[in-house]
């Protein structure tokens, strides 16, 4: 099987657009709410049977969790390639931001509108197209192409660690591509050789079994959400900070390869300010290499949520018996989610808060591929004539995901390719993906599956 | 008119007390929350038609917020009664912890379960039933007595002083039964002569135009829920100071009579830990004087609620673009709310909080009534026979009440009595109260009506 353009691959991608995106819509229209326990076990018998009618031997495996759906089919080269994807998607809350509801999907303005159109099942439907595309008009598969597509992702991976651990000879391969990727904010797409960790925490404290009025209580009695306001601020001050004891202990610093491949990247302040209405930036940044490298290089503890007491319209002057916070720590190379919640316990207790509970959501590691892996070139390589510009290299992203297990127990190069874009409202109301770049990741992915067969 | 004795009153009320508790029932049954604007204009309606049944010439009277409802029924007596109640209730969330529904009252264990029973529908309806027995006894009211009803009194009664103001001749009286009242924890029934006053505020920050990945938002942009936590933090820290430049300086100690009486009172503490699930209090107190001095005579700085990002189950990975704080200052005399605003603008701006919005919700100066004067003796006096212990005089209450107007502006006397007891629930779930008080505080009220008229 030899390619030399690829005219006619590219000519059926283009026609047939319109069921690729009816399908893609069929399955943001099944909710598979991770957190909430929502559809998943719908959406991973409908991901399955997208897997088996284009001729891949599906699995349908259990976890303690959600189900991994796992598809092969063999092809004519030698060559394995990999792909991780998931079903499972970010709550929609909060559901009045959005402008048409989360699982209708809704085109308009060239981009489709819903919930988990872009993370991320916008990118397992192209890529099914793409698969589409080479066996309409190859007849076959140029690679052996497997798909391993789980269902914890948005909840941390929880159970995908033991899954890899237990399936190593299944999931053997050559190269793996990534759930996500896609353009920066110069239409240019970019190539992220790494993920930091994270370890995600619930905070709660309750100091007494009922709500009680705060002409009483407030005078007192101890309450819930003072004793974790200032639990919290002792985790993090204003100078952004983190206070527990040996947290920056294994961090490394950026060498300065990564530098250099950081400041080779485009300038991100005033673009970041107009599309998230920001003001400014933490720490006196103002933009350069020095903002693009604290945003990926830095650990970090966000909170990312508070809950405590009435939050309705208007006063209600009670003192709430409880009061809890969602917390989340991106970690750098070498840092250890088990090491963070210890050092955490410790802090705490340390600062008399030993009422403040801590539980933990969730924890990955983080992990790094090398730059110079021929797999990583070849995806870049092939990316070239899709999109008519170099793929840019991030030495680093700064989001978290899974990717230890595929590059420390499988020992894969993991790359990157997806069709994001910096609007794409991950996580957030109104998540969306433009056509243009779903199409142009359909045309990327069947060249890399031609060329790895090669 | 002249009553030896009240055989044939307490008779009255005895025998007819499922048709009283029929009739709070169904004013419990209508919803009236008024931080909600839910069912505020029926209500009204429904407690003026209450009063017309009765004789009394009653007006809905509008102001620029819920209406006010007032009646007026001529006796024989030239002495006036103003019995001061309100029909607004709080909010009943959370809706999860009640074990029967908030607006479908509920008898059980010789007590009335439902949102408003005892704050302050039941007050109301109570001395209604006291009205009843006078007539059905004497055929006249012993006094003149007036209702003034109002229905923004869970949230602060933001228009109640202007509608005083405007009103003073029709409000003319002689003195005034508060609101609320009732017995402590061994059963003996508490005359409070004073209401702290309340500063109820909302705190809000607003860092970017939408929620924001965390994995990008937490590495650069501010935060807005750890702007509301440090800013909080700032305001109070464990040692339970305000640290608002100027709080304390308008407040006044407890005089020697002050604590004098507060000494008479008896233990609360392990009482408190009992009922509310407490294992200790605030500044390492422990009990006696000094923790009931505390309870009401020390200005407090509450959270009573806290919202950011996401709250539902498991974890979200979002940097939360809003976060914002209920919190209420209880201030003793001669603190003003409109100082505290003042003070706490002044604060934010001064510690790099400007982004920090303040926007008040609610306002009352703290007041209080002298222990010598007649009216409040003949409170005292009246009970006796119904309680069978005298009454236990408070200087102060720990809550908050718009008696400044009544005291201040109509020069009354204000005292209270009622059929409150320590687990009553007010302003949390199961709110409830108990038969046997209310029929205690009819036949209370009664007596005051008959010797007030003599």
């Known amino acids: 099987m030899n390619l030399t353009n690829y005219t006619s691959i590219d000519s059926y991608l283009e026609t047939h657009?319109?069921?690729?995106?009816?399908?893609?819509?069929?399955l943001v229209a099944q909710p598979s709410v991770g957190a909430q326990n929502l559809g998943m076990q719908e959406c991973a018998a409908l991901v399955a049977g997208m897997l088996r009618q284009r001729g891949f031997a599906t699995e349908v495996m259990p976890t303690a969790g959600a189900p991994v759906v796992f598809g092969e089919r063999k092809g004519i080269g030698n060559q394995t390639l990999l792909f991780y994807c998931h079903y499972d998607v970010q709550p929609p809350e909060p559901l009045e931001l959005w402008e048409t509801p989360p699982f209708e999907p809704s085109l308009r303005d060239g981009k489709l509108f819903g919930r988990g159109v872009g993370d991320d099942k916008g990118h397992l439907v192209a890529r099914l197209f793409a698969v589409d595309a080479l066996l309409s008009t190859l007849g076959d598969l140029p690679c052996t192409v497997k798909f391993i597509i789980e269902g914890e992702e948005e909840t941390s991976s929880v159970h995908l660690h033991e899954y890899?651990?237990?399936?190593?000879?299944?999931?053997?391969?050559?190269?793996?591509?990534?759930?996500f990727g896609g353009v920066d904010h110069t239409e240019t797409p970019v190539q992220y050789l790494g993920l930091r960790g994270i370890c995600y925490v619930e905070l709660s404290v309750e100091t007494s079994s009922t709500d009680v009025h705060s002409g009483l209580g407030g005078s007192i009695f101890p309450n819930a959400a003072w004793r974790l306001v200032w639990a919290l601020n002792s985790l993090k001050g204003p100078d952004e900070h983190i206070c527990l004891p040996g947290f920056y202990n294994k961090v490394r610093k950026p060498s300065g390869r990564d530098i250099e491949l950081m400041d080779a990247l485009p300038e991100t302040a005033d673009f970041y300010k107009e599309l998230y209405g920001v003001k400014s930036f933490i720490k006196g940044l103002t933009g350069g290499v020095e903002l693009r490298v604290e945003e990926v290089f830095t650990p970090t503890c966000t909170i990312c949520g508070l809950t405590s007491g009435y939050q309705g319209p208007g006063g209600k002057t009670v003192q709430p018996a409880k009061a809890s916070a969602k917390v989340d720590f991106r970690l750098v190379p070498d840092q250890e989610p088990a090491e963070v919640v210890e050092q955490l316990r410790r802090h705490l207790d340390a600062n008399g808060f030993s009422d403040v509970k801590v539980e933990q959501l969730g924890g990955e590691p983080p992990?790094?591929?090398?730059?110079d892996d021929p797999f990583v070139k070849l995806v870049c390589d092939t990316a070239v004539e899709?999109?008519?510009?170099p793929m840019r290299i991030l030495p680093m992203g700064g989001g978290s995901g899974p990717n230890a297990p595929f590059i420390h127990d499988l020992g894969l190069p993991v790359a990157t390719a997806g069709l994001g874009h910096p609007d794409g409202r991950g996580h957030a109301p109104n998540e969306n993906i433009r056509l243009d770049l779903y199409l142009k990741h359909a045309k990327h992915m069947a060249r890399l599956m031609a060329e790895f067969g090669k």
């Open 164 to 179: 890899v651990r237990n399936n190593l000879e299944r999931l053997k391969a050559d190269g793996c591509i990534w759930e």
């Open 386 to 389: 899709v999109y008519g510009v």
């Open 17 to 26: 657009m319109d069921e690729s995106i009816a399908e893609l819509s069929r």
């Open 367 to 371: 992990a790094r591929t090398d730059p």
